[in-house]
């Protein structure tokens, strides 16, 4: 995979609220390097051509960022929302592969992104998945025939789909024919937000293929979404990093 092709977006525009914190999430540290920086890292391993999406109260960042193209997403409508103002207006070759990153998820293992890319030489679409025994406020990697079909939030999941131990990380890379489709996602009828996991729903509808990653590394693979989590994280990745 040429790096002059990839485009990394790291999306960093989420209120964090669950998180109860002084500090706006993406700038929490972990052995002294705030989650933002730590991505930024990642995405610099793969691709040249690194974006940012963030919130107003984060703008201060394009000073600290010089070297990095930021987007404002003005509100807070959900990842979804987020990806489609980056690509609104924008124009793209067919050779251009993208990867979503997420600056609460930063210490995913460069050996599962270098799999996604090996992977998507032949699918549209390739997920990044972790297994695990909580899956409760995951999104839930919903298969049929061993085909992945749908994310569903485990909140609006049935009894059975919470038997699903296969869950979403929000890492994702794929294709200008999926690029071209992101623009059909719909505002969620009940949160009034545009969820980015509905591409994999819509993807599936106009026959694009979807691969599966499935990390070995749980924790890595989880979003810092409260405290407890990132205790969590501090405690695990300390001894790793």
């Given at each position: 995979m040429s790096r002059e092709n990839l485009i990394s977006i790291i999306l960093a525009g989420g209120i964090g609220t669950r998180i109860k914190h002084k500090t706006p999430k993406v700038l929490l540290k972990?052995?002294?390097k705030t989650l933002i920086g730590t991505s930024i890292n990642?995405?610099?391993?793969?691709?040249?051509?690194?974006?940012?999406?963030?919130?107003?109260?984060?703008?201060f960042l394009k000073n600290e960022f010089k070297n990095y193209n930021f987007f404002?997403?003005?509100?807070?409508?959900?990842t979804g929302h987020a990806v489609k103002e980056f690509f609104k207006n924008k124009k793209f070759n067919k050779k251009n592969i993208f990867m979503i990153l997420y600056a609460d998820t930063p210490f995913i293992l460069k050996s599962d992104i270098n799999k996604m890319l090996k992977k998507?030489?032949?699918?549209?679409?390739?997920?990044?998945?972790?297994?695990?025994?909580?899956?409760?406020?995951?999104?839930?990697?919903?298969k049929k025939g061993g085909s992945v079909i749908?994310?569903?939030?485990?909140?609006?999941?049935?009894k059975?789909?919470?038997?699903?131990?296969?869950?979403?990380?929000?890492?994702?890379?794929?294709?200008?024919?999926?690029?071209?489709?992101?623009?059909l996602i719909k505002k969620d009828s009940i949160t009034n937000e545009f969820?980015?996991?509905?591409?994999?729903?819509?993807?599936?509808?106009k026959n694009l293929s979807i691969g599966v990653i499935v990390s070995n590394d749980e924790i890595r693979s989880r979003g810092i979404n409260d405290i407890?989590?990132?205790?969590?994280?501090?405690?695990y990745l300390e001894k790793k990093i």
């Open positions: 972990i052995k002294d990642l995405a610099e391993i793969f691709s040249d051509k690194i974006n940012i999406v963030i919130n107003k109260t984060l703008i404002l997403q003005k509100s807070s409508l959900g998507i030489k032949k699918f549209d679409l390739v997920i990044l998945a972790f297994k695990t025994n909580s899956n409760k406020g995951c999104g839930l990697i919903k749908e994310i569903i939030e485990y909140k609006n999941s049935n059975q789909e919470r038997e699903i131990n296969i869950c979403n990380s929000g890492i994702m890379i794929f294709n200008y024919k999926v690029q071209k489709v992101i623009k969820y980015l996991t509905d591409i994999v729903k819509i993807s599936k509808i407890k989590t990132y205790k969590k994280n501090i405690k």
